[in-house]
Every structure is written in structure tokens, then in C-alpha cells.
């Protein structure tokens, strides 16, 4: 990967306005609290759930059936794919499978159950040999649906073609299938890429149909009798995903080593984690989105204009941090393991600088989570509705950090075996402290030991407002799936003062310490972590930073041709159309900035930091 550069989506009209439409979401959000606490105080004789609007915790039971059989899907291979990439006459294809099952759901909005293979670059004939294990599929048996796409950063994902894996009828008897090729289908495909396949065949007059070799075993009966819940068992793969283009909004920065041995330098990166828990997920973990606004609901159904313009920004936003290119790091652990926490610890830096992170569980057991802060230039990433890819139900929300257990000592690091100290028997010179210092830098003295580390994790999400009575479910969850490590859970309202104290000193240890580099051998080129340059003033406007000032001519010139301004407008006053009015802010005095770590700035409140109380 030393070649290998980070790339990201060009920038479309949805990613600049994007980012704004949330903000004024969360602007309003917070008039919607404001106007839900003054009623709760003057409306006394109103019941609690009459005075909070729909979302929240659902209720609403799994329903009944007898319990499945827990199926294993191998995807050994496929052969004779067309090319989608002209220029290298190759794919870089991957499998996107959807199970779909005779089991009624507790709604019709509940996802489908989905699993995605690594990218295999360059091959129409790729070998991903990747397995899905899936408990509760019942014995009327199932249809696997596999979308064979190409993978392609710079734009969208071609598909290349479907199949179809059918069983009518699935028992402790069944045969099962075995390394079985199945016929893609073209007319599912790209016109684009069959286009390039057709002219490949006039050339080389011969062409072959695409194939894909998948395996089903049946592994017996899923124990329990919770045969409604259809879940993955395994195995836990995660996704490491690289993003220049939000390094560069949100100030996150690597050091890349050049190729002719000369000083590093700093690129913007940023980095979304997704790692599949073991199921099932506890079915009192289940909540939807809150409609703290009439236009919310459109936003997750796509049913009004606004609401698709907010669904389309959030669900691109989620397409860019979760970005799949040939930078994407991957594994697998077969099951939970203190090497599958030895990798969540390195996720989070081991505890290091004080980092804060946004956190959503889906139905099916996958954590998603960024770091997130109030030092971070633009709030779009610590949305909660942009990690569930604008999922109308979800498990649970929130944020979380890791800090070092106080009542354990550090035994084991990334440099050395064991950790020692010794008084010092001679004075250092200056000359030698700082080569002492340099090196510390340079290979961090951490501990890898899960039990010397704790997890702190709440519920603290305006989005979706998870129940706090049922935390206690959470940390039995993330225990099982991340063994060794300790997990305290803090309710936002319970613990409200607590969560505060202990988030003021993760944000001001992150402040003394400042952003710790990260190395990555890649040579990135200034055209993908280019960013416009009204995207800028509107960062620096947002931050407080001061801006220059405009007369009253140029503003209104401005303002003539600000048309996201306009449409955010309209977006705010729910449809209503206003007058223009003059948008000048007022410029603020000029942070000062150091080289290794950025000030917090005041951000804009977002729906996701405030909780209410959970709708019981």
C-alpha cells in the first residue's frame, strides 16, 4: 500500500448544502426542546408522553415463531465479470448480499438483513472466500439476493450483475449446497459496463456469462426460542475507512512519508470504524427516530421535498466517511475474542488524547463510530442519523471514550514486553532528553491489555433518544462482544452532571496533548483533499474565525447569488417563503491556534446533544 492514496467522491451540490440543511435541523431541534420543556412546566395536568413528540423506544414485541436454523453462506469466487474500468480493462468487484426470509417483522421499516465482502481490486475473476453465518433462517426457506458491484471512489458503484440463491425448504436434513455457481444476470447490470463488455467481444469475438460460486451449510437448530429474530452469529468482520476530504473540514491529520526520503507532511485524513458484533442484539433495544419537527418524518421516509433533499445529503454524507477504496482496512475475528478488543483499543487510540466518539448500534449488532468533539469545524459528523445511513429503527445511540482503568497498572505495551522504571543514575543533557522524548513519540508506551481499560458509553442521542432503563442490557452486549475490557455505562439524565465532568476531561486532555499523528505510507495529491473555497469561508464562519467584511453592495450581491442560503431559509420557516434577509455575520475575534492541536470552537447545537427522557 505504499503507492496507495486515500480518494474521495468529487464534491456535488448535496455535499455543500448538505451540512447546513443538518445544522439548521439541529437549530430547530432545539426550539422544538425549548418549546417541550416550557409546555411541560406550564401544562402540569399533561402526562409525560403527551408533552414529548413520537420516537423513541418502541415497545413493540418480536413476533412469535418457532425457532430456525443457523445457515453458513461461503461466497468462494466469481468468474468472467465485465469490466467496468475501460482504462485497465479490469473491476474491482465486491458482493453486497440481502437475505430475505418468511419471517414477519415488528415493522415494515426494519432493515433487511445485508452483508458486504472486502473489495477485491483489479479481477474479474476475484476470490473473496468470505463467510455469513445467520441464525433463526426458517424452515420455509430463503432467497439470497447478491449484487455483484464495482467498486469506484471517484463515483458511483457500477453493478455488474445480480444472482439469485433460492431454497424452498430448510430442516436438520437438508443437504444443504455446495460450491454451486449461479448465473448473473446482465439486465441487472450497468448499461455502461456491458457497453465496455460488447466492445470487448467484437475485438476478441467471444464473450462468456458472468458466474458466482456460493456454499450454504446448515449448521442445525438455533438454540433459544426466539425464532422471530433473524441475526448475524458471525463471523466479526470490521471496515477501517479513510476520508481525506472530512480530515480536511474536521482538521484530522496523518503524517505521510514521502518517497524520496524527505521531510513527512501532514495530510487531513479521518477515519469511521464499523465492526460486526455478535448477535442477536436484546430485542428491548429497539428505537425510532424522534419527529421534534413536522418535516423530521420526511426526512427518514423520503415523502416530502425537504425530506428528500435531508434524506439524499445525509445518505451521501454517510457514503463519504464510510468510504470503500483501496485504503480500506479489513478482517475478521471468527468469534469474540481479547484480540478482537486488542483491535477496538486500537481503534480508539488506546485511550490516547482524549477523544470523544459518536456511537450507533444497529439492529442487526454493527458499531458504527467516529470521533467526534466540539473542536471539530462542522457538526455533520457526529450526527447519529447520518451513521444509521438514515435508518428509521436502530438499536441504541450515543457517545463514548475509553480512558485507563484507575484500579489496574500497566504491564504490557507496543514497544516492550513489560513496563519498568528506574531512578535515573546520571544527568541527561538536553541533547539526549530530546532524543529520549523523540523516540517516546515515535513508539507510544501503551498498554494492550483490555483489562486495563474502561469503557464509558451512554445514551446521550436527540436522534433517536434511546430508553435508559435498559443501559444495564448494553453493557451485558458490548462485555460479551468486546471480552476483558470494562464497561460503565452513564444515563444522560441520571448521570447528567458525572457525564459532563468526565466529558470536560477528555476535551481538555485532547486540548493539552493535541492530535496525535498517525503514519501511512501513501503518496496523496493535493486534487483529492481539495476543497472549495466558499466551503471555507462558511467553516470559518461557523467557527468564529473572523471573515472578511462585505459592503452593503456586495452583500447583496451575495445574497443574490447564496441560492443554498435561500433554499436553508425555506427549509427553516417549514416552507414558508420570507423575504430575503441580510445574512452578514458580524466577524469574531481571531482564535489562536497551535501546530498540534486545534482550539475548541463553539459549535452549533446539534439534535444529537441534547437527551430527553426516554418515551417509556
Given at each position: 500500500?505504499?503507492?496507495?492514496?486515500p480518494q474521495s467522491?468529487?464534491?456535488?451540490?448535496?455535499d455543500k448544502?448538505?451540512?447546513?440543511f443538518?445544522e439548521?435541523?439541529?437549530?430547530?431541534?432545539d426550539?422544538?426542546?425549548?418549546?417541550t420543556?416550557?409546555n411541560?412546566?406550564?401544562?402540569?395536568?399533561?402526562?409525560?408522553?403527551e408533552n414529548?413528540?413520537a420516537g423513541?423506544?418502541d415497545?413493540?414485541?418480536?413476533?412469535?415463531?418457532?425457532p430456525g436454523?443457523?445457515?453458513?453462506?461461503?461466497?468462494?469466487?466469481?468468474?468472467n465479470?465485465?469490466?467496468?474500468d475501460?482504462?485497465?480493462?479490469?473491476?474491482?468487484?465486491?458482493?453486497?448480499?440481502?437475505l430475505?426470509v418468511?419471517?414477519?417483522?415488528?415493522?415494515k421499516?426494519?432493515?433487511?438483513l445485508?452483508?458486504?465482502?472486502?473489495?477485491?481490486?483489479r479481477?474479474?475473476?476475484?476470490v473473496?472466500?468470505?463467510e455469513?453465518?445467520?441464525?433463526?433462517?426458517p424452515?420455509s426457506?430463503?432467497?439470497?439476493?447478491?449484487?455483484?458491484?464495482?467498486e469506484d471512489?471517484?463515483?458511483?458503484?457500477d453493478?455488474?450483475?445480480?444472482a439469485y440463491?433460492?431454497?424452498a425448504?430448510?430442516?436438520?436434513n437438508?443437504a444443504?449446497i455446495h460450491?454451486q455457481?449461479?448465473?448473473?444476470?446482465?439486465?441487472?447490470?450497468?448499461?455502461?459496463v456491458?457497453?465496455?463488455?460488447?466492445?470487448?467481444?467484437?475485438?476478441s469475438r467471444?464473450?462468456r456469462?458472468g458466474?458466482?460460486?456460493?456454499?450454504?451449510?446448515c449448521l442445525?437448530r438455533?438454540?433459544?426460542?426466539?425464532?422471530?429474530q433473524?441475526?448475524?452469529?458471525?463471523?466479526?468482520?470490521?471496515f477501517?475507512?479513510?476520508?481525506?476530504l472530512?480530515?480536511?473540514?474536521?482538521?484530522?491529520k496523518d503524517?505521510?512519508q514521502?518517497q524520496n526520503?524527505?521531510?513527512p507532511t501532514?495530510r487531513?485524513?479521518f477515519?469511521?470504524?464499523?465492526m460486526?458484533f455478535?448477535?442477536p442484539?436484546?430485542?428491548q433495544?429497539?428505537h425510532?427516530?424522534?419527529?421534534?419537527r413536522p418535516?423530521?418524518?420526511g426526512?427518514?421516509?423520503?415523502?416530502?421535498?425537504?425530506?428528500?433533499?435531508?434524506h439524499?445529503a445525509?445518505?451521501h454524507?454517510?457514503?463519504?466517511i464510510?468510504?470503500?477504496?483501496?485504503?480500506?482496512?479489513h478482517g475478521?475475528?471468527?468469534?469474540?475474542c481479547?484480540?478482537?478488543?486488542?483491535?477496538?483499543?486500537?481503534?480508539?487510540h488506546?485511550?490516547?488524547g482524549?477523544?470523544?466518539f459518536?456511537?450507533v448500534?444497529?439492529?442487526?449488532?454493527?458499531?458504527r463510530?467516529?470521533?467526534?468533539?466540539?473542536?471539530f469545524?462542522?457538526?455533520?459528523?457526529?450526527?447519529?442519523?447520518?451513521?444509521s445511513?438514515?435508518?428509521?429503527y436502530?438499536a441504541?445511540?450515543?457517545?463514548?471514550f475509553v480512558?485507563?482503568h484507575?484500579?489496574?497498572?500497566?504491564?504490557?505495551s507496543?514497544?516492550?514486553n513489560?513496563?519498568?522504571s528506574?531512578?535515573?543514575?546520571?544527568?541527561?543533557t538536553?541533547?539526549?532528553?530530546?532524543q529520549?522524548?523523540?523516540?517516546?513519540?515515535?513508539?507510544?508506551?501503551?498498554?494492550?491489555?483490555?483489562?486495563d481499560?474502561?469503557?464509558?458509553?451512554?445514551?446521550?442521542?436527540?436522534?433517536?433518544?434511546?430508553n435508559?432503563?435498559y443501559?444495564?442490557?448494553?453493557?451485558?452486549?458490548f462485555?460479551k462482544n468486546?471480552?476483558g475490557?470494562?464497561?460503565?455505562?452513564?444515563d444522560?439524565?441520571?448521570d447528567?452532571?458525572?457525564?459532563?465532568a468526565?466529558?470536560?476531561?477528555?476535551?481538555?486532555?485532547?486540548k493539552?496533548?493535541?492530535q496525535h499523528?498517525m503514519?501511512?505510507q501513501?503518496d496523496?495529491?493535493a486534487?483529492?483533499?481539495?476543497?472549495s473555497?466558499?466551503?471555507e469561508e462558511?467553516?470559518d464562519?461557523?467557527?468564529?474565525?473572523?471573515?472578511?467584511?462585505?459592503?452593503?453592495l456586495?452583500?447583496?450581491?451575495h445574497?443574490?447569488?447564496?441560492?443554498?442560503?435561500?433554499v436553508?431559509k425555506w427549509?427553516?420557516s417549514?416552507?414558508?417563503?420570507k423575504?430575503p434577509?441580510?445574512?452578514h455575520?458580524?466577524p469574531s475575534?481571531?482564535?489562536?491556534?497551535?501546530?498540534?492541536?486545534q482550539?475548541?470552537?463553539?459549535?452549533?447545537r446539534?439534535?444529537n446533544?441534547?437527551?430527553s427522557s426516554?418515551?417509556n
Amino acid at each position: 500500500m505504499g503507492d496507495v492514496q486515500p480518494q474521495s467522491r468529487p464534491m456535488r451540490p448535496i455535499d455543500k448544502y448538505g451540512p447546513k440543511f443538518v445544522e439548521k435541523t439541529g437549530k430547530l431541534h432545539d426550539r422544538a426542546m425549548t418549546a417541550t420543556a416550557s409546555n411541560g412546566k406550564t401544562k402540569t395536568s399533561l402526562s409525560s408522553s403527551e408533552n414529548q413528540p413520537a420516537g423513541g423506544f418502541d415497545g413493540t414485541p418480536i413476533p412469535p415463531a418457532p425457532p430456525g436454523y443457523t445457515l453458513k453462506f461461503t461466497f468462494h469466487r466469481a468468474v468472467n465479470l465485465p469490466f467496468a474500468d475501460f482504462s485497465t480493462l479490469s473491476s474491482d468487484p465486491y458482493v453486497l448480499a440481502q437475505l430475505t426470509v418468511d419471517v414477519p417483522k415488528r415493522h415494515k421499516q426494519d432493515p433487511a438483513l445485508t452483508f458486504r465482502t472486502h473489495t477485491i481490486p483489479r479481477d474479474t475473476n476475484p476470490v473473496w472466500e468470505s463467510e455469513w453465518i445467520v441464525a433463526n433462517v426458517p424452515a420455509s426457506g430463503f432467497q439470497l439476493k447478491c449484487c455483484l458491484y464495482d467498486e469506484d471512489p471517484a463515483d458511483h458503484d457500477d453493478r455488474l450483475g445480480n444472482a439469485y440463491v433460492d431454497a424452498a425448504s430448510v430442516d436438520e436434513n437438508w443437504a444443504g449446497i455446495h460450491r454451486q455457481s449461479y448465473h448473473i444476470k446482465k439486465r441487472m447490470g450497468s448499461k455502461r459496463v456491458y457497453f465496455f463488455r460488447g466492445v470487448a467481444a467484437l475485438v476478441s469475438r467471444h464473450a462468456r456469462d458472468g458466474h458466482l460460486d456460493v456454499s450454504v451449510e446448515c449448521l442445525g437448530r438455533t438454540p433459544g426460542d426466539q425464532g422471530g429474530q433473524v441475526y448475524t452469529v458471525g463471523p466479526n468482520i470490521w471496515f477501517k475507512h479513510f476520508s481525506p476530504l472530512i480530515g480536511r473540514l474536521t482538521g484530522t491529520k496523518d503524517e505521510v512519508q514521502t518517497q524520496n526520503g524527505a521531510k513527512p507532511t501532514s495530510r487531513y485524513n479521518f477515519q469511521a470504524i464499523q465492526m460486526q458484533f455478535q448477535g442477536p442484539v436484546p430485542p428491548q433495544l429497539y428505537h425510532r427516530y424522534v419527529e421534534f419537527r413536522p418535516f423530521v418524518a420526511g426526512m427518514f421516509t423520503s415523502h416530502s421535498l425537504r425530506g428528500r433533499i435531508l434524506h439524499k445529503a445525509l445518505h451521501h454524507q454517510h457514503d463519504r466517511i464510510y468510504n470503500f477504496d483501496r485504503t480500506t482496512l479489513h478482517g475478521a475475528f471468527t468469534e469474540p475474542c481479547l484480540e478482537m478488543t486488542q483491535k477496538f483499543l486500537e481503534f480508539v487510540h488506546f485511550a490516547q488524547g482524549g477523544r470523544i466518539f459518536t456511537y450507533v448500534l444497529t439492529l442487526d449488532g454493527q458499531f458504527r463510530f467516529t470521533e467526534t468533539g466540539k473542536e471539530f469545524g462542522i457538526d455533520m459528523l457526529s450526527k447519529h442519523t447520518m451513521h444509521s445511513d438514515v435508518s428509521i429503527y436502530i438499536a441504541y445511540s450515543g457517545e463514548f471514550f475509553v480512558r485507563r482503568h484507575k484500579h489496574r497498572h500497566r504491564h504490557l505495551s507496543l514497544s516492550t514486553n513489560t513496563v519498568t522504571s528506574a531512578p535515573a543514575t546520571e544527568v541527561e543533557t538536553e541533547e539526549e532528553q530530546q532524543q529520549q522524548q523523540q523516540q517516546q513519540q515515535a513508539v507510544p508506551d501503551v498498554s494492550t491489555d483490555p483489562g486495563d481499560y474502561e469503557l464509558f458509553i451512554d445514551n446521550d442521542s436527540g436522534t433517536y433518544r434511546p430508553n435508559a432503563e435498559y443501559l444495564y442490557l448494553l453493557r451485558e452486549f458490548f462485555s460479551k462482544n468486546l471480552p476483558g475490557l470494562h464497561v460503565t455505562t452513564l444515563d444522560c439524565q441520571k448521570d447528567a452532571d458525572r457525564m459532563a465532568a468526565l466529558k470536560d476531561e477528555q476535551r481538555e486532555r485532547k486540548k493539552n496533548e493535541g492530535q496525535h499523528i498517525m503514519y501511512l505510507q501513501q503518496d496523496s495529491s493535493a486534487s483529492s483533499l481539495s476543497i472549495s473555497s466558499s466551503d471555507e469561508e462558511a467553516l470559518d464562519e461557523r467557527a468564529g474565525v473572523s471573515t472578511k467584511h462585505r459592503g452593503d453592495l456586495a452583500q447583496r450581491m451575495h445574497d443574490m447569488r447564496d441560492v443554498k442560503g435561500q433554499v436553508l431559509k425555506w427549509a427553516e420557516s417549514d416552507g414558508q417563503p420570507k423575504h430575503p434577509q441580510n445574512t452578514h455575520m458580524e466577524p469574531s475575534p481571531p482564535q489562536t491556534t497551535t501546530v498540534d492541536s486545534q482550539p475548541p470552537l463553539e459549535p452549533v447545537r446539534e439534535a444529537n446533544s441534547r437527551c430527553s427522557s426516554p418515551v417509556n
